[in-house]
């Protein structure tokens, strides 16, 4: 019985360890206080996948870390298989490390998993990135010799095209300027077609330097037939921030009235008219200023974090993040994003509705329940209690 008492004692934490990635809590993902951050970027060439990836330690030295690699064929699979094939190191500071994997093509999906571990706290953080065979990009853009990590490129700045084999690419650019996600409650919802009509295309050859003019969403394929292809969001160079009175005005439909956002959209330029909305609404002059900090920090964080065809904040998940913050609890599985919130006791999820536009693209499952939370949250903002 001791002997068997002392087995449990020594294999319980190993057992204990070993997590599917359904039982894992990946609100670090979206926080910007994170000890630790890791970003992938997925490219599928004709035989291979190509993963870059970014580790960012912002407290301590990456030296305090231990990074482990494995692979997991499902959501569901409690432990991985390390991998040990060899990754080139593209480059690495004392608080940062950027890398690649070459895999070979493969018929079904499979999770790349990262566990970074720090070495004194003992707390483990998992990042993983699904590699699907039908993953619709198949190029990139570079920016000083390396590629664009982001979904978003600024304007007049130029970026050299890159994609496998010769054969000449051609660029569709959309300017409509998307509507923002509807609340969770409504029953309307404004879909993106998941083939769109552009307004103006050209051709490029590969190698290219390309510099996008005007805002909208700019897609890159071989063949504009195909699912195929990679799209980025042609923003200012201030995006993800606001600074201007037009842009600072949109996101606020959120938590005016219809006869204040009119107000705010009559206003222009006008800057004192556009104080005098905001003071109106919060009915002290700090309270506004603690407003307008807090709820463009959030703006600037949806933009981040969800950027896609259209700015982070019109969409589902930039929304919900905007006006509900950073959740306690993210779960994750196949195809869906389950976000909880424990003081309100409320759980959003989210269904994956990728396409050539966007494959990481999410849509909320929208419910007329949500309606109280959200006028509550919303009344909580105009107060400034955030």
Do not use: C
């Not at 990679?230 to 009175?245: E, N, R, T």
């Not at 009915?283 to 506004?288: M, V, W």
């Amino acid at each position: 019985m001791k002997r068997f008492l002392l087995y449990l004692f020594f294999i319980a934490p190993v057992s204990a360890f070993a997590q599917p990635i359904t039982g894992l809590n990946f609100r670090e993902w979206y926080n910007p206080d994170a000890e630790i951050a890791v970003t992938f970027n997925l490219v599928r060439l004709s035989d291979r996948v190509v993963v870059d990836y970014t580790i960012d330690a912002r407290q301590q030295p990456l030296s305090k870390y231990s990074i482990v690699w494995e692979r997991r064929d499902t959501y569901t699979q409690r432990e991985g298989t390390a991998l040990t094939e060899t990754h080139t190191s593209i480059a690495e500071t004392e608080k940062q490390k950027q890398g690649s994997w070459i895999f070979p093509s493969s018929a079904a999906s499979w999770l790349l998993v990262a566990r970074v571990t720090n070495t004194e706290s003992k707390t483990t953080w998992t990042y993983f990135r699904q590699i699907d065979p039908k993953y619709p990009q198949i190029g990139w853009l570079e920016k000083d010799g390396r590629k664009v990590n982001s979904k978003f490129i600024t304007l007049k700045n130029p970026y050299p095209v890159k994609m496998a084999g010769e054969a000449p690419v051609f660029v569709s650019v959309y300017f409509n300027d998307f509507n923002a996600a509807t609340p969770p409650f409504a029953e309307q919802v404004d879909r993106a077609d998941r083939f769109m009509f552009y307004d103006s295309t050209f051709r490029l050859a590969s190698d290219d330097t390309f510099v996008p003019q005007k805002p909208g969403v700019y897609l890159f394929q071989r063949d504009t037939n195909a699912a195929e292809g990679f799209a980025f969001l042609g923003v200012s160079d201030i995006y993800p921030k606001f600074s201007s009175i037009t842009d600072l005005a949109q996101p606020l439909l959120y938590v005016t009235t219809s006869e204040e956002y009119n107000e705010i959209a009559l206003a222009g330029n006008d800057k004192a008219k556009f104080d005098k909305v905001i003071l109106d609404i919060t009915n002290d002059r700090e309270r506004a200023k603690t407003f307008m900090r807090s709820y463009f920090r959030r703006v600037e964080l949806a933009n981040i974090y969800f950027t896609s065809y259209k700015q982070g904040w019109k969409t589902d998940r930039g929304m919900t993040y905007l006006i509900f913050g950073l959740p306690d609890e993210i779960s994750m599985n196949d195809g869906t994003e389950t976000w909880f919130y424990k003081s309100s006791r409320t759980r959003f999820t989210f269904v994956k509705r990728g396409s050539v536009y966007d494959p990481d693209h999410y849509v909320l499952l929208r419910d007329k329940r949500f309606a109280e939370t959200w006028f509550s949250t919303i009344d909580l903002w105009r107060k400034s209690r955030f």
